[in-house]
């Protein structure tokens, strides 16, 4: 899927540094800020324990798991709405992606500056917040023009986008995103289209020192209570702690998060959270050659999941034959599962569900 999220916050937050260990990008990271200043693209795994329940029973060459895009962008500052800092490149990359990881600064260094000199969480969020608003608000008045100009003629599609432009202003001019919004699903569709920067999914990553890992410091719980207020989700983890971890083999990295009192890293947590932001679910096709993990949109139907596989498979698509990983395990194999009658044969109206295992029938 050719779906992104965009990682951003103020300048030394921690975000190359959680960059590095997502995707070893080697993306820059200082102790000054812009030292990201072209967005750094990298492929994210999205860790799944389900790949090792079907490879318990399916004997492969190898697993493939499902991954996400990421995007590092540079750091925002205020009056970037206005041009500051490095503000019209920072709005141009953030608005090419389909989700926001906000990575706010929870933790105390006086050895790592802050740009506005103190750490307050709620600060930097509104700062951001405001800022895309800002920019937000100057596309959406000019949305509004255009469809007002358009609806003069009695044109209806035109009327219906003129009411939800005046709708999205009038959110953004009483300060608040408008993914906060009361949208009916006909409004949603014209809201996509609009763009805005606001509407777009929202994760915050609350970035601590080793002693957050354990439990919520004051920060954390300052960035959940306005997480819940605002549409927003929340992953804590330590970007230094989790950059150590990278460098680690499997054995290594295990006793490590032991040591921390942790029973997965952090990057696990935020790529499947990622993940599910955007939208996006997992079948799987299980053979000899591999296991592999394949991402499709949520509702999608069998014939767009086979065309993820290969545009050919969608075209010619005949029939799915569909099984569950719980059956899998119950029942040891696929020979068993067709015994049973466990294994069905689906349509081109069977909307996949996340976690079936498939085999896909078609014309070539």
Known sequence: MALQAGIVGLPNVGKSTLFNALTAAGAEAANYPFCTIE?????????DARLALIQSKIKTQKVIPAAVEIVDIAGLVRGASKGEGLGNQ????????????????????PDVTHVDGTIDPARDIETIGIELIFADLDSAERRLDKYRKQSKGGDKEASFHR???????????????????????????????????????????????????????????????????????VVVLCAKVEAEIAELDEADRLAFLADLGVDESGLARL??????????????????????????????????????????????????????????????????????????????????????????????
């Not at 967005?39 to 860790?47: A, D, Q, R, W």
């Not at 545009?311 to 029939?319: L, P, Q, S, V």
């Open 39 to 47: 967005p750094n693209v990298g492929i994210v795994p999205v860790p």
């Open 90 to 109: 920072f709005l141009g990359h953030i608005r090419s992606v389909d989700a926001v990881i906000q990575v706010v600064r929870c933790f105390d260094d």
């Open 163 to 233: 009411d939800v432009a005046e709708k999205i202003v009038a959110c953004l001019t009483a300060n608040q995103a408008v993914r906060t919004g009361a949208w009916t699903d006909e409004e949603l569709e014209s809201v996509r289209q609009s763009q805005m920067i606001t509407g777009r999914p929202m994760l915050f990553v609350c970035n601590v020192d080793e002693a957050g890992l354990r439990a919520d410091n004051h920060y954390v719980k300052t960035v959940r209570r306005i997480a819940a207020e605002t549409a927003a989700e």
């Open 271 to 364: 790529a499947r959270a990622t993940y599910h932001m955007l939208g996006l679910q997992t079948y799987f096709t299980a053979g000899e050659k591999e296991i592999r993990a394949w991402t499709i949109r949520a509702g999608a139907k069998a014939p767009e999941a086979a065309g993820v596989i290969h545009t050919d498979f969608e075209k010619g698509f005949i029939k799915a034959e569909v099984y569950s990983i719980p059956d899998l395990v119950a029942l040891g194999s696929e020979a068993a599962l067709k015994q049973v009658g466990k294994l069905r044969i689906e349509g081109r109206e069977y909307t996949v569900q996340d976690g079936d295992i498939m085999h896909f029938r078609f014309n070539v």
